[in-house]
C-alpha cells in the first residue's frame, strides 16, 4: 500500500510538474532587417523580449527603430511591437504557433498603428535555444499623416495559384531564460 501510494504521489508530481512547461520562462530575440526595394531602402532594428503566462501563451513586446530612404530623403521611426503567442506541441521539439502583434510606429508627422496575424513552426534545439519561421498572413495598417488619416488592409492565404503571395518569410533565432 505504502508502494501504491509512493507511486500516486510521484505520478501527480510529474504531472505538476510537466504542466508547468515554459511558464515563467522569460524570451529574448528580434527582428532585424534591410530592403531595398523601386530605389526605397529602409532598415529595422527591432529587439524583442517577453514571458510565458502559461505553458503555451506568451506576451511580448519589441522596441526599436526604423529607417527609410526615399528620393535622399531619410525618415527615422521608433516602433513598438505587443505581441501575444498561442503554442501547440506537435511533437517532440516541434511546436506550431499563432501570433498577433499589435505594430505602432511614429515619427515626425507620421504614425502608423496595425495588427499583423501570423503562423509559425518553433523548433527547440536546446533548454535556451529555438530555431524559429513565420509569415503573415492577414494585416491592417492605419496611417495617421499631418492630419490626414490612410489604412489598407493586406490578406495573403497560403494557397498554390501564382496570382496571390504568401507574406513574408521570417527566420530566427529565439533564447530562453
Given at each position: 500500500m505504502?508502494?501504491?501510494?509512493?507511486v500516486?504521489?510521484?505520478?501527480?508530481?510529474?504531472?505538476?510538474?510537466?504542466?508547468?512547461?515554459?511558464k515563467g520562462?522569460?524570451?529574448a530575440?528580434g527582428?532585424?532587417?534591410?530592403?531595398?526595394?523601386n530605389?526605397v531602402k529602409?532598415?529595422?532594428i527591432?529587439?524583442v523580449?517577453?514571458t510565458?503566462?502559461?505553458?503555451?501563451?506568451?506576451?511580448?513586446?519589441?522596441?526599436?527603430?526604423?529607417s527609410v530612404?526615399e528620393?535622399?530623403?531619410?525618415?527615422?521611426a521608433?516602433?513598438a511591437?505587443p505581441?501575444?503567442r498561442?503554442?501547440w506541441?506537435i511533437t517532440?521539439?516541434?511546436?506550431?504557433?499563432?501570433?498577433v502583434a499589435?505594430?505602432?510606429?511614429?515619427?515626425?508627422?507620421?504614425n502608423?498603428?496595425?495588427?499583423q496575424v501570423s503562423p509559425?513552426i518553433?523548433i527547440?534545439?536546446?533548454?535556451w535555444l529555438?530555431f524559429?519561421t513565420?509569415f503573415?498572413?492577414f494585416?491592417?495598417n492605419?496611417i495617421?499623416s499631418?492630419?490626414s488619416?490612410?489604412w489598407?488592409?493586406?490578406?495573403n492565404?497560403f494557397?498554390s495559384?501564382?496570382d496571390?503571395?504568401v507574406?513574408?518569410?521570417q527566420?530566427?533565432?529565439?533564447?530562453?531564460?
Amino acid at each position: 500500500m505504502k508502494k501504491l501510494l509512493l507511486v500516486a504521489v510521484l505520478a501527480v508530481f510529474s504531472v505538476s510538474i510537466s504542466a508547468q512547461g515554459l511558464k515563467g520562462t522569460w524570451f529574448a530575440g528580434g527582428e532585424i532587417s534591410y530592403s531595398d526595394v523601386n530605389d526605397v531602402k529602409s532598415t529595422m532594428i527591432l529587439p524583442v523580449i517577453g514571458t510565458f503566462v502559461s505553458p503555451s501563451v506568451a506576451v511580448g513586446i519589441g522596441a526599436g527603430y526604423l529607417s527609410v530612404k526615399e528620393d535622399g530623403e531619410t525618415s527615422d521611426a521608433f516602433v513598438a511591437k505587443p505581441l501575444v503567442r498561442k503554442y501547440w506541441n506537435i511533437t517532440g521539439p516541434v511546436y506550431l504557433f499563432g501570433q498577433v502583434a499589435a505594430p505602432l510606429m511614429f515619427s515626425d508627422g507620421v504614425n502608423s498603428y496595425g495588427l499583423q496575424v501570423s503562423p509559425g513552426i518553433d523548433i527547440v534545439v536546446t533548454s535556451w535555444l529555438t530555431f524559429e519561421t513565420s509569415f503573415s498572413i492577414f494585416g491592417l495598417n492605419v496611417i495617421d499623416s499631418d492630419g490626414s488619416t490612410d489604412w489598407n488592409i493586406g490578406a495573403n492565404p497560403f494557397n498554390s495559384l501564382t496570382d496571390r503571395k504568401v507574406g513574408d518569410l521570417q527566420v530566427g533565432v529565439k533564447f530562453l531564460f
